[in-house]
């Protein structure tokens, strides 16, 4: 098997080393969130080939659910287990509560665990899970959640609304500390909440042990599903040592969590596997496979462990040669979509040089995308210019400047914004040197294929990059401090293109970005309800970023889960994790 050196480096899962944080998404170690995680969660984050195998029907090569060509190649340490699903994963924090999580694995443990009114399905659309109905007012104002009958968590007590209140008013509590941002969504009374003025939230209303009624002072497209997607947070277990104005009680109980989910949590061993049993209770029906663990893996692990048949399934980083040796073991099938998110480098635009949208511009014309994305994903990554997912229903290329490689235009831009050579070549503007203060996870294969080619491509500008290499961690309190000229991480996004990324001063807004037009149609997309009417919307909005550019927009790539072939019944999409049909699940014998 040839190996390619621009192969060899990509040794990672950006989701897992470049995560950035969420509500629209998230930088997570780089979920808009990216640790590998919005992900989500969560906090870490093509084309070229070798004969590549076909693809999956009605697939290119690059993407589709490859199947296995030799299940009988199967190890017999995988076939020995008959109740247990092993699957690889990044090790978690233990916040396993869904109003705490901080990373994406933490997530995927809650989202096993816990539930909610209404659940993504795989095309990014909700749909009810725990709601036997979720109604919306005509004026958008008022909504109405009514309760699956019989549902109970897997102690056995019943559930009602009163749980899903209790969930609300520890997102209202001042102390709150978690991802949500549950104050954007404009509940009547949350306010006076918040500021310790009443002892409840005005705007919830029980009507019976089955129903909640939510009354909000804006309607918005977000709002049913942003409710709907508050997890029940069962009172007589986390309200019995809780007290408002502290969370403390909560956080004793982040790794011995208690829900109505498929799974309940046996044991958490940090760094090494959290064990899961089935809930025999579990409303939708008792889970097919009994036992579950997440087992901690590394990018070094992963391969040989599913080769061993010792997990059954995990992330991939997806590589040409990765690929090539899932597909060549036989018995494991592959499947491989579009990351909901995107890679950049973003710009302080607290600093004069980069206020200057000709600048960025010629920053983005003056940068070879296209070799950058080949050398480090191959035909596994696409260059993006805006920020939206290719999957996304917001996703558009009408009137989208593709910025194709182009120095010589690149250095008319310069020269139009001022900027001129000096006498070694570096380019100066009223005194000032055009050099890049480059921040960057170190050990990071995406990093390495990147700088060499962004600092030739720069230097031929006349610009000189001074790059420093550190851990995800440093870079983003660099950026909280707002002390860093440029730097490279991902976004992981939601299913819905609202976020405060570019917003100016919005919650996510670490840049310093501002742009009135794009202030003006994010918050006209937001409080538009017709889905058709937000697509235009949001056209608009997206080519003017796409010529503004508040960042150097990168790449979409490639996510990929290897599945050992005796497994069926996953439905896991971009939008769609695997937790979310993990009660589906059969190991075939």
């Not at 659910?65 to 990044?90: C, H, M, V, W």
């Not at 309940?264 to 760094?271: D, Q």
């Not at 089935?278 to 409303?283: E, G, I, Q, T």
């Amino acid at each position: 098997m040839k190996k390619r050196m621009s192969l060899l480096l990509v040794i990672m899962l950006l989701a897992i080393s470049v995560l950035a944080a969420c509500s629209g998404g998230k930088a997570e170690e780089p979920k808009q969130g990216e640790e590998a995680g919005q992900q989500t969660p969560s906090k870490e984050e093509g084309k070229d080939k070798e004969e590549a195998p076909p693809a999956g029907e009605g697939e290119d090569d690059s993407q589709g659910y490859f199947e296995a060509q030799d299940p009988s190649a199967n190890p017999q340490t995988a076939l020995d287990r008959k109740d247990t699903l092993i699957i690889g994963t990044t090790s978690p924090k233990g916040v396993f509560n869904p109003l705490f999580w901080q990373t994406s694995y933490d997530k995927w443990v809650a989202d096993i665990i816990f539930d909610t009114f209404l659940q993504v399905s795989g095309d990014g659309t909700y749909t009810e899970s725990l709601a036997e109905s979720a109604e919306v007012s005509e004026d958008g104002l008022t909504y109405t959640f009514k309760l699956k009958p019989g549902v109970t968590y897997s102690d056995g007590t019943p559930m009602t609304v009163k749980d899903y209140v209790f969930a609300l008013k520890v997102l209202h509590d001042p102390t709150y500390d978690g991802e949500s941002d549950i104050m954007s969504m404009k509940i009547v009374g949350g306010q006076e909440y918040y500021d310790g003025k009443t002892d409840e939230i005005s705007g919830v209303k029980v009507i019976d042990d089955q129903t909640v009624e939510i009354k909000v002072s804006e309607a918005t497209a977000l709002t049913r599903d942003y409710l709907g997607e508050v997890a029940f947070l069962p009172e007589h277990y986390y309200g019995k040592d809780f007290k408002r104005g502290s969370m403390d009680s909560l956080k004793t109980l982040h790794d011995k969590p208690l829900g109505s989910g498929p799974y309940i949590l046996k044991k958490f061993s940090p760094g090494q596997e959290v064990v899961l049993e089935a809930n025999p209770n579990y409303f939708k029906g008792a889970p097919k496979v009994q036992n579950v663990v997440l087992k901690t893996t590394t990018e070094e692990t992963r391969l040989p462990m599913l080769q061993s048949g010792e997990i059954d399934m995990d992330m991939i980083s997806v590589s040409e040669d990765n690929v090539e040796e899932v597909k060549s073991l036989g018995f494991l099938d592959l499947n491989i979509f579009p990351t909901n998110g995107y890679g950049y480098i973003a710009f302080n635009h607290n600093l004069d040089k980069f206020k200057d949208q000709k600048v960025r511009q010629a920053l983005m014309y003056g940068l070879n995308r296209a070799d950058t994305v080949e050398a480090i994903y191959g035909r596994y990554a696409n260059p993006l210019n805006i920020p939206e997912s290719s999957v996304s229903w917001a996703f558009t290329d009408e009137n989208i400047e593709p910025y194709d490689f182009d120095p010589e235009k690149a250095k008319q831009l310069l020269d139009e914004a001022g900027w001129v050579a000096g006498a070694d070549g570096i380019r100066e503007k009223n005194g000032e040197k055009f050099t890049i203060d480059f921040s960057a996870t170190a050990d990071n294969p995406v990093v390495e294929a990147l700088l060499p080619i962004m600092s030739s491509n720069y230097k031929d500008l006349g610009i000189e990059v001074k790059a420093e290499t550190l851990d995800f961690n440093a870079i983003m309190d660099k950026k909280d401090r707002g002390e860093f000229e440029m730097f490279f991480a991902a976004w992981g996004l939601t299913a819905d293109p609202d976020n405060t990324v570019y917003i100016t001063k919005g919650a996510q807004n670490d840049t310093g970005y501002s742009n009135k037009t794009v202030d003006e149609l994010m918050r006209k997309g937001k409080v538009t309800l017709d889905v058709e009417a937000r697509k235009d919307i949001y056209k608009q909005m997206y080519q003017e970023m796409n010529k503004d550019l508040p960042n150097l927009f990168l790449y979409q790539r490639r996510d990929a889960w290897a599945i050992n072939s005796r497994v069926k019944g996953f439905d896991i999409t971009a939008y769609k994790d695997f937790t979310l049909s993990l009660y589906q699940v059969e190991l075939q014998q």
